[in-house]
């Protein structure tokens, strides 16, 4: 089984990437958020990787942290949820808030997300909701950062994100108001989320 893969990043579209290790091409399955995280074709890029072998197809599900593996992992134990469900919702949060939302019982936040009706909201807030307590904690194991705009769940993603990834939650806060005042409503608010979360890590690059 892959585990992971260190290549040069050869090609990325939505849903897939192709990572070049030693001279071979690996399409990799990503989610939205994880391929902001990848940086620009040519560069070199790490993925913890989940193999998913079936009858008839091997396919490789990437993830550019441990958490949002983990999560993948946890979402695909959910009767009713695959590999490709997993991904849709993962391109729609970030693991610390997706736990965050199963913990609480949000309904209303997992129904937002891609693919996810009530009855599966209901079944991650069943299955998942004593198992996703480590991940709600993030990797640095502080509370999660408080959104930016409870009405704007794009900010309150990318600031876990950031938090995610070691910053602290005011700079991150400072990140997105950062990128947010540089443009004007229209322009943000047709922002994708891994565009957002890339020019965040610029402003605090």
Excluded: W
Excluded at 52 to 67: C, N, P
Excluded at 131 to 149: E, H, S, W
Excluded at 158 to 176: C, D, E, K
Excluded at 194 to 203: I, M
Aim: glycine share 10%; proline share 4%.
């Amino acid at each position: 089984m892959i585990a992971s893969l260190r290549g040069e990043l050869l090609f990325k579209t939505s849903g897939r990437v192709i990572v070049d290790v030693a001279g071979v091409g690996y399409q990799v399955m990503c989610s939205q958020a994880g391929q902001g995280l990848l940086g620009e074709v040519g560069a070199q890029v790490f993925l913890h990787v989940h193999t998913d072998v079936r009858e008839d197809a091997i396919t490789l599900y990437g993830f550019a942290g441990v958490e949002e593996k983990e999560m993948f992992l946890l979402l695909t134990t959910v009767s009713g949820v695959g590999p490709k469900l997993a991904m849709n919702i993962l391109s729609g949060t970030v693991p610390r808030e997706l736990a965050m939302a199963i913990m609480s019982e949000d309904l209303s936040r997992l129904t937002r997300l891609p693919g996810v009706g009530k009855k599966t909201a209901e079944r991650l807030c069943l299955e998942l909701k004593d198992k996703v307590q480590p991940l709600a904690a993030g990797a640095t194991g502080q509370p999660a950062a408080m959104p930016v705009d409870q009405n704007d769940p794009h900010a309150s993603d990318v600031v876990s994100a950031l938090v995610n990834l070691g910053y602290q939650p005011p700079r991150a806060r400072q990140a997105v108001e950062s990128v947010r005042g540089r443009l004007s409503a229209e322009q943000y608010g047709a922002m994708e989320l891994a565009e957002l979360l890339r020019q965040a890590l610029r402003a605090l690059a």
